[in-house]
């Protein structure tokens, strides 16, 4: 078709005249106007038309600029920002930390004597508690009866103790209860003795056994048998006296033994270990013959006077063996002497100087090193004494510590030999007993929460994000979804009204009562019920922002498609598409070329207005940590990560801009639609 | 009438039923939701018979989820139907029971705020159209722009930050103080009361900006209308052109979308109720979306479905009974 353009027509006139005018010689200098001259009358396209009347009004210029401001703010800026959204901003910085940790050593550590520990595990487990029980009992023996043999545990030193490992062998019972004599077999005809063999009773049992079970009296003993398995039974006695195992004892064990039994769990006769092992109201009684010594156990820890020197357990153990002797030990090839003083002990090298020392009160880092000096820890050691003498719990140390530098390693001399200086030091007893040591130490961490300065604008926040490009960052997804999400309603929205409007009748009838169901559909719920989901799939967050779009344009393209169809039913009765009938263009173009394009003004309109919208869903949704997630930047999301009571009430910083920035996108939105629609139409509702 | 208003109820109730499905295929499609929460811990526990597996299996025969979509739905309309909700699985009482402990406080919040929003909207909108393009008119247009363009939350944020945490006047969140249980019965109601007013604030500056340009515009119209002009011509004082003339026929359209916006009052504020951890029904359906709760949630979206519907249709009969030039058909 071709276009009608007033003004050139009007031009084209003008010239034609002017020529005429030429032709006819200038012989009148008057210019007659007529009353459709260009210069009298001029005529705007209606695009110009709306822009006249769009740029008139103030307030929708103003958005305008807003809205411009905010994209090439959102859009541009993060080009010329140096840092990124996701970019995580560390610092050196002083925190107060936990130094070291102080006790006084309770639990007594085991190194191995014997090349091969052949000691049983429960035993060995349960040595801690029975050396506390022979420091409670003040014994310097204590025997133990383990599953395959005997130990003994004895005081070597003060606060050593060696365990080593024998036999167990079986002595006798006393006490009441009843004794396993043996099992008699039917077969054989004969018993088979557990306990010490009685004569005569093997005749006694065949002539008396027989059923399920009974008792018989054989020298006045009354002995009681069951059936078992395989036509045997076992006979059982009650005890009476001392009934012995193996070999028989003398009178004088058994008087030992009676005074013992109830009092202590052995004792010694003629030079040999005995155990009395309570089992209900029976006693056995075990010879333990333990002479292989397996453990020597300590409570000591040992502190090297330079720091950071390993020790072997060996060496541990020939020290503490020494301990007990006469001191003087060797280990690979050196010579040592070990002495006790004032309750510690102290290793000399052959020169005579120290060298280690087994003190019981450990100090080592708070991650369990130990690699503190030995002047520091005895340091430390006094002040707890000077601490613990006047009932206080807590102390200031002032000690030099290596001194460290602004990233955090530690400073040295040029000969590599570390500075010091003082530091103060807190020292605080726990309610466990052990004492911790506090200081502050220079550490590479997070930039949380750095107020606004040179280099971060508007400071960081929780996660050690600059603020500043988060937001710029977060403009681009919250501004991208308001138009992904209108465009998609003005897609779908556009079609089924287009469509409904067109043709009426049950079309009409089916996508309005679709539309009436979409119009119902509460979309905030769906929308936090759709997130909730999203989140129990541990979504990928990318695929969440598109999902949350789809849903987001498919919840509301309803008012859309009521729109357009409302003005198509009007537009459809108007002599322009009754004539574009009557040519025979084509239903599509009809409806999408005739009909749509003069929808285009309220689509327009309700687009800009609808982005306002949409943006504050999307910023309410992740708020509430339910639309898009963590690392990506939203306008919502910033403010979501100060949201907590304190952060709010110390970073208002970071979520009054943020929150002014949605507000203003909005508003500007909004001032822009409500020109547009004045512009459009001027005598339309505001 | 009665037959169109019966006519409409009809579709309501069609429009329902589709409604209610669409938002049961999304419940019912909910990964993660209770009953797997519930079959996991049920089959982790100590001395546990069953699998995994078998605990979903018979925990979904016992909620009645292994029916399928269209049969579950039916299931569930069918005891919907006959006022059998179910329990709640997040609150672990009776739906109906959550919701009558929690609508009322819903209800107070919404009607209060409802309330103050036609106190102060009305007015000033009334006052903004009688002075257009004047100062009254320009703060009014703005402010009504600002309070539309706001997040919900972030009004929140600012309040709680300026009343509660710099002069510390209300409480951040909750419905009680500490000395709750220490209070006589009208201090009880009063401390409530306390806890109830930065949340109605909340509600009053969103949704009085859309009041305040509805009733602005409407008047505008109004006051154009010929029979304005003709009032003044015959010399009628204009206090009472503008309360009697204009006033009157600008409360048709006023009237109509307040009626119609009525049931939405129980319905609660979603993101406000959560924000200050109202227990209203808005709060507690925000929990159990959270948390999968099918049959709350099928309830609570049942329920603010109807009301909108009603809502839609309280506004169109109240349209007919305001304006007698309306006929409806």
Not at chain 1, 34 to 48: H, N, Q
Not at chain 2, 143 to 163: D, E, G, R, W
Request: glycine share 8%.
């Amino acid at each position: 078709m071709a276009t009608y353009d007033l003004n050139e027509e009007l031009k084209r006139r003008e010239a034609a005249l002017a020529a005429k005018k030429a032709e006819e010689g200038q012989e009148s200098g008057e210019k007659e106007v007529a009353l459709d001259d260009v210069s009298r009358v001029k005529v705007l396209s209606p695009g110009r038309q709306v822009f006249k009347r769009f740029i008139r009004n103030r307030l929708a210029v103003f958005g305008s600029i807003l809205l411009i401001s905010m994209f090439v703010f959102s859009f541009l800026g993060p080009l010329f920002y140096p840092y990124g959204q996701k970019q995580i901003f560390y610092t050196y910085d002083k925190q107060n930390v936990n130094y070291a940790l102080a006790k006084q050593n309770t639990a007594f550590n085991g190194y191995d004597i014997a090349d091969e520990v052949t000691a049983e595990r429960p035993v060995v487990n349960s040595m801690n508690s029975n050396i506390k029980k022979m420091i409670a009992e003040g014994l310097d023996t204590l025997l133990v009866l383990g599953e395959n043999g005997g130990y003994r545990i004895r005081r070597y030193g003060e606060d050593v103790y060696i365990l080593s490992s024998g036999e167990a062998v079986p002595v006798c019972s006393t006490g009441s209860g009843t004794v396993v004599v043996g099992t008699y077999s039917q077969i054989t005809k004969s018993i088979e003795y557990q306990a010490a063999a009685v004569e005569g009773l093997d005749e006694a049992a065949q002539e008396n056994i027989s059923g399920k079970s009974g008792s018989f009296t054989y020298n006045g003993v009354e002995y009681s048998f069951t059936r078992g398995a395989a036509k045997s039974y076992e006979i059982t006695s009650e005890l009476s006296g001392v009934s012995y195992t193996g070999k028989v004892m003398d009178k004088g064990f058994e008087q030992v033994l009676e005074d013992a039994v109830g009092n202590s769990a052995s004792f010694e006769y003629d030079g040999a270990d005995y155990l009395i092992n309570r089992q209900g109201q029976r006693y056995d009684v075990y010879e333990i013959i333990a002479d292989k010594d397996e453990k020597i156990y300590t409570c000591y820890t040992l502190d090297t006077r330079e720091s950071g020197q390993k020790v072997s357990n060996e060496f541990r153990v020939a020290a503490l063996l020494a301990s007990g002797e006469d001191g003087k030990f060797s280990y690979e090839g050196k010579n040592y002497t070990i002495a006790g003083e004032e309750g510690v002990l102290e290793i000399y090298d052959a020169d005579g100087s120290a060298y280690a020392e087994f003190t019981p009160f450990a100090v080592r880092r708070y991650t369990g090193e130990d690699t503190m000096e030995y002047n520091l820890k005895k340091a430390i050691s006094a002040k707890i004494e000077e601490m613990q003498e006047n009932g206080v719990k807590s102390g200031i140390l002032v000690h030099e510590l290596p001194q460290q530098n602004e990233d955090g390693s530690y400073t040295r001399n040029e000969d590599g030999s570390l500075v010091y200086n003082e530091t103060e030091m807190k020292i605080t007893q726990r309610d466990t007993g052990e004492y911790v040591i506090n200081c502050d130490q220079i550490n590479y961490i997070i930039d949380m929460f750095s107020s606004p300065s040179s280099k971060h604008i508007l400071g960081t926040d929780g996660d050690g994000f600059d603020v500043m490009a988060r937001i710029m960052y977060g403009g681009r997804i919250s501004l991208m979804v308001g138009f992904v999400v209108v465009f998609l309603e003005l897609f779908i929205g556009v079609i089924m009204g287009g469509l409904a409007g067109f043709y009426g009748g049950w079309v009409d009838m089916l996508i309005m009562r679709l539309v009436d169901i979409f119009y119902c559909l509460p979309s905030m719920p769906i929308m936090i019920i759709l997130g909730a989901m999203m989140d129990a799939m541990r979504m990928d967050t990318y695929i969440r922002l598109m999902i949350m779009m789809a849903a987001l344009g498919i919840m509301g393209w309803a008012g859309v498609a009521r729109l357009v169809r409302g003005q198509i039913l009007s537009l459809r009765e108007q002599e322009f598409m009754v004539a574009a009938e009557a040519t025979g263009i084509r239903v599509k173009d009809r409806i999408f070329r005739h009909l749509v394009p003069n929808v285009m003004p309220q689509l327009i309109v309700t687009a800009t207005m609808g982005m306002g919208g949409v943006i504050l869903t999307e910023s309410t949704l992740s708020f509430l940590g339910l639309g898009v997630k963590h690392p990506l930047a939203t306008w919502g999301t910033i403010i979501n990560s100060v949201s907590s009571a304190s952060a709010m009430a110390h970073y208002a910083h970071i979520w009054i801009p943020v929150g002014l920035l949605i507000c203003v996108t909005v508003i500007a939105f909004n001032f822009v639609g409500d020109g547009l629609r004045d512009a459009y139409d001027p005598k339309s509702k505001g | 009438m009665l037959k169109y208003v019966l006519k409409r109820i009809l579709y309501s109730i069609l429009i329902l039923f589709f409604v209610m499905f669409i938002i049961y295929v999304l419940m019912y499609n909910m990964p993660m939701g209770y009953i797997e929460t519930k079959a996991r811990e049920l089959a982790s526990r100590p001395g546990a018979t069953k699998s995994y597996a078998e605990w979903l299996a018979d925990l979904n025969a016992q909620y009645g989820m292994d029916k399928g979509v269209v049969l579950g739905y039916l299931t569930w309309l069918k005891s919907a139907l006959v006022g059998n909700w179910g329990d709640s699985w997040a609150w672990t009482i009776p739906v109906t029971e959550e919701f009558h402990n929690t609508v009322w406080f819903s209800f107070i919040l919404g009607f209060v705020s409802f309330i103050f929003e036609i106190i102060i909207a009305i007015p000033l909108g009334i006052t903004a159209a009688k002075k257009q393009y004047s100062f009254t008119d320009y703060f009014t247009t703005v402010v009504s722009m600002v309070c539309i363009s706001m997040p919900t939350f972030f009004i929140a944020t600012i309040l709680k930050y300026v009343f509660s945490v710099k002069l510390g006047w209300f409480d951040l969140s909750g419905m009680q103080g500490r000395d709750y249980m220490k209070l006589s019965e009208f201090g009880k109601f009063l401390d409530v009361a306390k806890h109830f007013v930065l949340p109605s604030i909340t509600i009053i500056i969103i949704s009085i900006g859309g009041l305040m340009r509805y009733t602005r515009t409407n008047m505008l119209e109004v006051l154009n209308a010929d029979y304005i002009r003709t009032a003044r011509a015959k010399g009628v004082p204009e206090k009472k052109v503008i309360n009697y003339h204009a006033f009157r026929n600008t409360l048709i359209p006023l009237v109509t979308t307040l009626g119609g916006s009525l049931p939405g009052l129980f319905s609660g504020a979603l993101i406000t109720e959560t924000l200050f951890s109202i227990r209203g029904i808005g709060y507690a359906s925000y929990t159990s979306m959270t948390q999968a709760d099918i049959p709350f949630i099928m309830f609570y979206l049942a329920f603010i479905s109807i009301l909108t519907l009603l809502g839609n249709l309280i506004s169109d009969l109240l349209y007919a009974v305001v304006d007698p030039r309306v006929r409806l058909s």
